[in-house]
C-alpha cells in the first residue's frame, strides 16, 4: 500500500526519512521544514532537488494554541495520508496531526515515556543512563506524548558518549 505523506523535519534525519519513505515507494507530498536560517537544511535542499512541496514555516500555533490558518490550508492542500514527523522542534496543532486518515508518527531519540522533550539525548549522558533507544508514537497534545507504536532498545550509551556521538552514529541509524 502506498501513502501520500507529509513530512514535517528538518536536517540530515529529515533527509535521511525522506529518502528512506521514497524508496519504500511512498509518495512525499510535503515537506515543511523551518525557514532559511542563513545554513542550508539539507531537508529543505532534498526536498527541492526532487521537485516536492516545500513549506518553510517556523510556527504552526499562535500563541493562543490556536493553529495559524495559512498552515492548515498548506497542509490540506498535500491531501496527505500520514504525517511523519522527523526531528520537528515545534508543536503542530491537532486539527495537522489528527487530519490525515493514518494521523501521525512521530520519531524520538529515546525510550519514552522517560525522556521527553528536546533535551532528552543531554539528560540520558548527564544521568548516567546505560543503555537507551528510538521510540515511534502517535503525538497528542503534550511533549512528546501518546501511544508509543514502536520502540528499539539495546543501544549501549559509553561513558565518552557525547549528544553528536549518541544521535547520529547509533540512534539515527535505526
Known sequence: MSLRIALFGQAAF????????????????????????GRPDALAERAAELGIALVRRRFFRKKSGAPIEAALA???????????LASVQVFLPREI????????????????????????????????????????????DGVDTGPIVLQKGGVE??????????????????
Open 74 to 84: 498548506e497542509h490540506r492542500a498535500l491531501r496527505a495520508d500520514l504525517n511523519l
Open 14 to 37: 529529515g533527509r535521511e526519512t525522506l529518502d528512506r519513505v521514497r524508496a519504500n515507494g511512498h509518495e512525499v507530498v510535503g515537506v515543511f521544514a523551518p525557514p532559511d536560517a
Open 157 to 174: 550509551i559509553s561513558p565518552t558518549e557525547t549528544t553528536s556521538t549518541l544521535f547520529f552514529e547509533k540512534l539515527q541509524p535505526l
Open 97 to 140: 496531526t489528527d487530519a490525515p486518515s493514518h494521523e501521525s508518527l512521530c520519531f524520538h531519540p529515546s525510550l519514552l515515556p522517560r525522556f521527553r522533550g528536546g533535551a532528552a539525548l543531554q539528560y540520558q549522558i548527564i544521568l548516567g543512563e546505560r543503555e537507551t533507544g528510538v521510540s515511534i508514537f502517535v503525538p497528542d
